[in-house]
Structures are given as structure tokens and as C-alpha cells.
């Protein structure tokens, strides 16, 4: 199979492209990715010799560059996107573009070569904040922040095009990542290295907001099912079961570095901030995915790996990201 990747130089997408080359010899895989402040070549380093991988600087919302590297591909897995929720909140242009327009891009490109599959990565965040029980595929969208409404848009795209077009798409909708090679904007990467740094960790609002932690290769895992086993024009949910409130995730990660929890900093609350996520998974556990990782061994898994590879991060941390850091905190 030949699989275009989209965003295969960000934190989720390496991730998968190395797990398809590893897991999938006969599998060959195209990453277009146009290398925003996010995207990382350091990411896919190891698998760039590999004659089944290739690289194609561009971007999704770039309809000639998108026929080309699209040109002979069996399946396309879209991860490209604006990911971060506190930038959509300080300007949304971006988040329109790549993950409304550029989205529409990549459906009407599969649509005319006529692309066996189409997987829509897409979150949780699209049903907003659940305040009991679990979203289920079928509920109604409710996207809070403009980064959500740009990945629920993307969404109805995509299933359109299925309705109407026939294309054969999947959408999967998974919880709060974390995992090696996350860009330190995100709250794990960014209080695990801020806690290596003996930097304070700002905790927005009461730190009781809850998220359902998934281990990001239980996600490649989950995603390379569906791509292979899932049923066109389906929804996947795909839910770590780990429901911890921020406060508690923070001092976790404290204890597993030893550092005390007088670093942590309460700071204004996020604008808009959902107070809690939950997933119904039924769906994806019955085509035979559950997550493989438990919470405790991934988490202790990450911090090490960041641990281990400030060679990767501290260069993410200077220059352009610092001045985002000082924009973003300063005054909260
Ligand atoms: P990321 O920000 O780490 O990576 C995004 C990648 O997309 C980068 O490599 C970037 O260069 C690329 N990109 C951005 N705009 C592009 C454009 N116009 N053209 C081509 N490439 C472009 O994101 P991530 O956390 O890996 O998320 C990947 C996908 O998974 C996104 O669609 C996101 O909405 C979804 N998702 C993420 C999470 C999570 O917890 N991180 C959870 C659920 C869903
Ligand atoms: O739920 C899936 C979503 O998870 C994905 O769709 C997004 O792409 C991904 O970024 C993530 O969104 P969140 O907003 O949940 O992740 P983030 O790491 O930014 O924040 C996690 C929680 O931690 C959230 O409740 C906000 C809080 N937080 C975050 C930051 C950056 C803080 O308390 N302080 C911080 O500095």
C-alpha cells in the first residue's frame, strides 16, 4: 500500500509514519508536510534512508502540490493541522486555512484520482466539553474554541464527501495525546521540560479541567486499524480511558522528576477552556483496538524520553517559541 502521510513531520504523524514503516514492510509512505513552527524534520531523522519513505515539502492548501504527491497513493492519512488551541485563540487565520481549507484541498484532490481511502485525523475536541458520561460518534458537534470548530468543520467536509461523492472516508476522533517528539507548546511537553529546567509550570484556572490521556503509539496503532479494517464513511472515537484532572498530571510528572511541587504556578484560566473531555470507544474496541499502554508506564515512558533527549527540545525552546511563551503567560 502507498499511503500519503499529511503533517508526518509533526508530533502524531512521525510517530504513525515510523510505526507503518516498522510495523508494514510492504507498506511505502509520502509525508507532505509544509513545516510550520511545528513541524520537524528531527522527527523522522532515523526513517529518511528508508527507500519506502519520502518527504515533500508543501502545503496542503496548495492544490497543484497536493496532486503530485497525492499521484499514485492507494490511501491518504491527514494529520496536517493548526493543533493548538491557545494559538487559535490568539488569531484563527491559520486554523481556517490549513484545517478548513486545506482539508477541502486534500478531499477534492482524492475525489478526482479517485483515492481507495481517505482518514480524517480529527479530537474530541469537536463535541466540546462533556460535562457526564461519554461522546459517542453520533452526537452533535459542539466545537468551543476556534481550533475545535476549524477540525469540526474539516469534519463535515469529509463526511460530505463520502455522502455525496462516495469517497470513501474514515474519521477518527481521539483523545489528549502525549508521547515522544510533542512540540513543548503542549501542556505535557511543556511542564515536563519546564519541571527539567526548574521553571515554573503555569496550571491554568483550578487545574481540575479533565482530559482522557492516550499514549501516542496506542493512537498509531488505532489509526493503522481503521486505515486497514475500518468501515468506509465510519466514525472511530479512540479514548485512552484515562481520565485525570490537570492538577493530578502535574504532580505526577513532578514526582516522576523528583522536582517539588512548589513549581507549580496557577495562572489565568484559558478562554473558552472545556472543563472536560470523555470518549465513547465502543466502536473501535469492537474492530479489535483497545489501548495497549497503561497510563502510569507511558507517562514514566515520556518524561524519560524527554529526559533523555534535551537535545531534541531545548532548540524548540528559544527564539520564536520564546517569544509566544512570554505573549502567551506574562500577565496571567
Ligand atoms: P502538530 O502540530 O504536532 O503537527 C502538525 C503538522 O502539520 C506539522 O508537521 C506541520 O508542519 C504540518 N502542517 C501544518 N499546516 C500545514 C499545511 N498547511 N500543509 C502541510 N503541512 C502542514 O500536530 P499533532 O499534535 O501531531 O496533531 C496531528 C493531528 O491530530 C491534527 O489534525 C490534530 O488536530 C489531531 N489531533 C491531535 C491530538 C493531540 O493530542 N495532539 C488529539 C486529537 C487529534
Ligand atoms: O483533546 C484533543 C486535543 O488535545 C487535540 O485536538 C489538540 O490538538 C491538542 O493540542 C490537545 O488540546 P488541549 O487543549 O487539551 O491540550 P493542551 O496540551 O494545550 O492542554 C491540556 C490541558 O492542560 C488543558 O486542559 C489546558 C491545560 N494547560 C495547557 C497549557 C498549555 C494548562 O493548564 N497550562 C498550559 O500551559
Redesign the pocket.
Known amino acids: 500500500m502507498k499511503i500519503l502521510v499529511?503533517?508526518?513531520?509533526?508530533?502524531?504523524?512521525s510517530n504513525f509514519v515510523r510505526h507503518v514503516l516498522a510495523t508494514h514492510p510492504d507498506h511505502a509512505v509520502v509525508n507532505?508536510?509544509?513545516?510550520?513552527y511545528?513541524?520537524?524534520p528531527e522527527n523522522l531523522r532515523d526513517v529518511e534512508s528508508d527507500r519506502r519513505y519520502r518527504f515533500v515539502h508543501?502545503?496542503?492548501?496548495d492544490a497543484a502540490a497536493v496532486r503530485d504527491a497525492m499521484a499514485g497513493a492507494d490511501a491518504v492519512v491527514h494529520?496536517?493541522?493548526?493543533?493548538?488551541v491557545d494559538k487559535s485563540n490568539l488569531g484563527a487565520d491559520e486554523f481556517l486555512?490549513?484545517n478548513v481549507s486545506?482539508t477541502f484541498t486534500l478531499l477534492d484532490t482524492a475525489r478526482e484520482l479517485k483515492v481507495g481511502r481517505f482518514v480524517q485525523?480529527?479530537?474530541?475536541e469537536v463535541y466540546g466539553s462533556i460535562a457526564r458520561g461519554a461522546a459517542r460518534e453520533a452526537d452533535l458537534l459542539n466545537p468551543s474554541n476556534p481550533y475545535a470548530a476549524s477540525?469540526a468543520a474539516g469534519d463535515l467536509f469529509a463526511r460530505s464527501y463520502w455522502t455525496t461523492h462516495g469517497l470513501p472516508v474514515i474519521i477518527t476522533r481521539?483523545?489528549?495525546?502525549f508521547g515522544p517528539y510533542?512540540?513543548p507548546e503542549?501542556a505535557t511537553p511543556l511542564f515536563i521540560t519546564n519541571a527539567i529546567e526548574d521553571r515554573p509550570l503555569p496550571l491554568y484556572g483550578d487545574g481540575r479541567n479533565v482530559r482522557d490521556w492516550l499514549y501516542v503509539l496506542d493512537n498509531c496503532e488505532a489509526i493503522d486499524l481503521v486505515l486497514h479494517r475500518g468501515r468506509d464513511g465510519e466514525i472511530y472515537n479512540i479514548g485512552g480511558g484515562t481520565e485525570v484532572e490537570n492538577a493530578e498530571l502535574t504532580r505526577r510528572i513532578l514526582r516522576l522528576l523528583g522536582k517539588p511541587e512548589s513549581l507549580i504556578q496557577p495562572v489565568r484560566d484559558r478562554p473558552g477552556h472545556d472543563r472536560r473531555y470523555a470518549l465513547d470507544s465502543s466502536r473501535i474496541h469492537d474492530l479489535g483496538w483497545t489501548p495497549r499502554h497503561s497510563f502510569d508506564a507511558a507517562l514514566e515512558a515520556t518524561v524519560a524520553w524527554y529526559r533523555t533527549h534535551e537535545a531534541w527540545w531545548r532548540p524548540l525552546k528559544s527564539g520564536q517559541f520564546k517569544a509566544y511563551y512570554a505573549r502567551q503567560y506574562s500577565n496571567r
Open positions: 499529511t503533517g508526518g513531520s509533526g508530533f502524531i504523524g507532505l508536510d509544509k513545516l510550520t511545528a513541524g520537524n508543501g502545503d496542503i492548501c494529520f496536517a493541522a493548526e493543533s493548538h486555512r490549513t486545506g485525523v480529527s479530537t474530541d477540525k481521539s483523545s489528549n495525546n510533542q512540540y503542549k
